[in-house]
């Protein structure tokens, strides 16, 4: 999860590098060179951060979940590799063109250099979500015996590459995922932005930047509703369990759609709930009468927890309709600049860019809570069931609880001391703003004032010395 602070934050903002570069090689406007450059700088802490608490993931797969490793090793051996090939060093070898390069090369290099690093940033997420969507929805595998000792291992071997590229779900997760980030970089930039007018502080450049990034969040917003809707039929199709957990079905028949509540698994009930009966099977299915699978169908032993996935699952939602509603009645303020003297609104603005983190932590949570008790989800090939493997089956033999515990804790502290680097730097980038030109009305007239004023100094230093100094 904090490593998740970080991608969304990078997909996001490369966006937003693109369009603002995009815009200064169009006009040739040094306001929009300076906004692309400050939010590179952005892009480069975060992209610094996210790289750093990354690669804690990557040998946490052989240290605390071996027998997982060993399990999915074949699968997500092609899909990480690709991510390292086509992603990572995409992004990485366009990365110090794109910090270092502003006067090494030209504007149209410059460009490219950005949007091929926010298309590796891309790269990398399609990759990642395509091994946790086969972790969901397994396909194009097979099981394989192992004997390693006395014990009989299982593993999952690719048969063919492109069906667990494209499992069931992985387009829609990916979509998803990626819109969700890009909601986030546009909160932030109007986040940034609406200080800035608040302070009286690098207008035009506030002004501009408030309005490409509220265009981004709003757009993001509303494709978000698209897709997420899209992935709940999925989810209802491939993961019915997970479903029910969202949202609090426990009895197989019509469902109703909670708005809140508190599900109760000793009951069977969501106690204070406020629910659209029959909405949920209409969403799904088309017919508000339709029967929608319930928990008390599921095995005991292969239900989720509830608690914990309804609640994440139904922050996410509500976050995302309130993203609507706040962008869009933004965008007819940006007419006449009437957002910019609206200073109560400017103020929710700030605050708002704290909604697309929630959601997307919210998001990330309900979906891997409520795929428990699996690590990977029992699959079907050509009709052929195939075995899946639990949480509890995928941890390291040789590592205690003890050990777990105190890595868990010590990774804590280095996380936390990260995080207030992140702040820390963060802030003082922010604080120090754009760069900008010294103001002036007229380009000739400033530079009549500089040479005046050197004019000015060069005969008070005449003045001042002796008549031997002069000669």
């Not at 750093?52 to 071996?66: D, I, P, Q, R």
């Not at 394989?144 to 590229?165: K, S, Y």
């Not at 909405?279 to 914990?308: C, F, H, K, Q």
Request: glycine share 10%.
């Amino acid at each position: 999860m904090f490593h998740y602070l970080f991608p969304p934050l990078t997909i996001g903002l490369g966006l937003v590098m693109v369009v603002l570069e995009g815009i200064w090689l169009k006009t040739g406007d040094q306001t929009w060179k300076d906004a692309a450059r400050f939010w590179t700088r952005i892009f480069a802490v975060n992209f610094g951060l996210g790289v750093a608490t990354g690669l804690v993931m990557e040998f946490e797969f052989g240290t605390n979940w071996a027998a997982y490793s060993r399990f999915v090793g074949d699968v997500f051996g092609s899909a990480l590799a690709a991510e390292g090939i086509f992603a990572f060093f995409l992004e990485s070898g366009f990365l110090a063109v794109l910090v270092f390069g502003w006067d090494r090369v030209g504007p149209k290099m410059h460009f490219f250099s950005s949007l091929m690093v926010w298309l590796g940033s891309m790269f990398s997420a399609v990759w990642i979500v395509v091994a946790n969507s086969w972790q969901q929805t397994p396909a194009g595998y097979r099981i394989v015996e192992m004997v390693v000792g006395d014990h009989t291992r299982h593993r999952a071997e690719i048969t063919d590459f492109w069906a667990m590229v494209f499992n069931p779900s992985s387009v829609d997760r990916l979509t998803h995922t990626l819109i969700g980030a890009l909601i986030l970089g546009g909160f932030l930039v109007t986040s940034v932005s609406s200080y800035y007018l608040l302070k009286k502080r690098h207008e035009l450049f506030a002004r501009r930047c408030f309005t490409i990034g509220l265009i981004i969040a709003a757009t993001f917003s509303l494709l978000a509703a698209i897709t997420g809707h899209d992935q709940a039929k999925q989810v209802a199709r491939t993961q019915p369990a997970k479903l029910a957990a969202f949202e609090g079905h426990f009895k197989t028949g019509p469902a109703n759609l909670y708005l809140l509540g508190l599900p109760d698994l000793t009951t069977g009930e969501v106690r204070f709930g406020l629910a659209i009966p029959g909405m949920l099977s209409y969403l799904i299915t088309g017919d508000s009468n339709s029967s929608i699978i319930g928990l008390n169908d599921i095995p005991a032993e292969d239900r989720p927890p509830v608690w914990l996935p309804f609640q994440m699952y139904h922050l996410m939602v509500g976050l995302g309709v309130s993203f609507i509603v706040l962008t869009m009645g933004t965008l007819p303020l940006l007419r006449r600049g009437r957002i910019f003297t609206m200073r109560w609104l400017l103020w929710v603005y700030v605050f708002a860019v704290f909604g697309p983190m929630i959601a997307n932590q919210a998001g990330w949570i309900a979906a891997e809570v409520g795929r428990q008790p699996w690590l990977v989800y029992p699959g079907e090939v050509d009709g052929v069931p195939m075995r899946g493997l639990r949480t509890s089956d995928g941890l390291s033999e040789a590592v205690s609880a003890e050990q777990v515990l105190w890595s868990i804790i010590m990774f804590g502290l280095i996380y936390l001391l990260l995080f207030f680097v992140w702040i820390f730097v963060l802030n003082n980038k922010i604080q120090h703003g754009p760069d900008e030109p010294e103001p002036s009305s007229e380009p000739g007239e400033r530079t009549f004032f500089k040479t005046a004023a050197a004019m000015s100094s060069h005969q008070r230093s005449l003045t001042e010395t002796s008549p031997k100094e002069k000669l």
